[in-house]
């Protein structure tokens, strides 16, 4: 009697449900601590006569101008340049948070004319601006293109996109961007994801570790924290406070229809009632057949050409399939399954079934 008590707890322990534990940094950041995009607009010389065509892309030129003003050299009135191997490009930077001047970036640069190839170009020294306009970094370096092509006589192969490239460490700041992680007493916690369960448990895990009334969550995505005020606790406090386990709740029950591509995901909640569905394909077959209609000779006629359309609709019988309930997400897997749907058909049926309240789950369509 006994062994028997002690196996049936046993097995409640095994299959009780076991709360997903992550790391706190990985469902919150602290507020004000983020990177910031930066763009600037510059060329790309010595290229392989695969640059931009000046008279189509004539900012290539004037921008060209404008450089060689800037080192002294004047254009005759009335002459215009046409070369083909330089580039007129975007480029494109994150700058982390505490970046301070004189640490290395790495860049994005891509083509905004019509250049065939960015391959073994230079990047003349281009301004990084901020939002507020500012320059924050500057950039320059030799192009790495991830790819090749070649063409002659009509012909062309390319592999990889060739009128956009990287420099790493391409870039070098300039400027720091202050961040209010030093200010106050408090520090904000900002979730990634809005929910009430996540904000309970991230600020019941860092009250657990760091004294009671620490933390408070204010709503569904902003947890309040006490911090010390010295520089060097607050930092030790933020590497101890990011790594702490927040034992997470069950997300909510959700499926994501990608109607563009016809992808479906869904999480582990999603579970499925008892539901019975009928499903049949309808094919629409159109066939084309050209008549040539030839004249007698010595009629004066023409040949005339025709053709005849022949238009067939297939509809193939479906069955009415009984899918059980299931409260796992293998379970709904092995029940969809069974329809046979493609994926385009399985968009129509999840928010069929959705309709009819046999599917437990939230439906987002993106």
Not at 25 to 42: F, I, M
Not at 293 to 300: D, E, F, G, V
Request: include cysteine; proline fraction near 6%; hydrophobic fraction near 45%.
């Amino acid at each position: 009697m006994k062994f028997l008590q002690a196996l049936l707890l046993g097995l409640a322990i095994v299959l009780a449900p076991i709360a997903q534990a992550v790391r706190l940094k990985e469902v919150a950041a602290v507020a004000g601590v983020r990177s910031n995009p930066l763009t600037g607009y510059g060329l790309v010389v010595g290229l392989d006569g695969t640059g931009d065509q000046t008279t189509q892309a004539p900012f290539t030129g004037q921008s060209l101008t404008a450089m060689l003003q800037q080192f002294g050299v004047l254009l005759p009135q009335g002459v215009t340049m046409q070369p083909r191997n330089i580039a007129a490009v975007m480029v494109t930077a994150q700058l982390p948070p505490f970046a301070q001047p004189g640490q290395e970036l790495d860049i994005n640069v891509s083509s905004i004319g019509n250049a065939k190839s960015l391959r073994g170009g230079t990047l003349i020294a281009t301004p990084l601006r901020g939002a507020d306009g500012q320059i924050y970094a500057i950039a320059q370096g030799n192009l790495v293109v991830g790819g090749a092509g070649a063409s002659a006589g009509g012909s062309k192969v390319q592999i990889n996109h060739l009128s956009a490239g990287r420099i790493p460490s391409g870039a070098l700041v300039e400027r720091s961007v202050p961040t209010p992680i030093a200010q106050g007493d408090t520090l904000q916690f900002d979730l990634n994801s809005s929910d009430f369960a996540t904000a309970r448990a991230v600020a019941q895990a860092i009250n657990r570790a760091k004294g009671p009334g620490t933390a408070q969550a204010l709503d569904g995505r902003v947890v309040r924290v006490r911090a010390p005020s010295t520089p060097d606790e607050r930092v030790a406090f933020l590497a101890d406070v990011e790594n702490l386990n927040v034992d997470m709740a069950t997300p909510a029950a959700r499926v994501v229809i990608n109607a563009r591509t016809g992808s479906v995901v869904m999480n582990q909640a999603v579970t499925l009632a008892a539901c019975a569905v009928a499903h049949g394909s309808l094919s629409v077959t159109i066939s084309s057949t050209p008549v040539v209609s030839q004249p007698n000779a010595l009629s004066n006629g023409q040949t005339v050409v025709t053709e005849k359309a022949d238009i067939s609709i297939r509809q193939e019988p479906g069955s009415l399939i009984q899918l059980p309930a299931g409260a796992r997400l293998s379970d709904v897997v092995k029940a969809l399954n069974s329809l046979g749907a493609t994926p385009q058909d399985l968009l129509a049926i999840l928010q069929a079934m959705k309709s009819a309240g046999a599917l437990n789950a939230e439906l987002e369509v993106i």
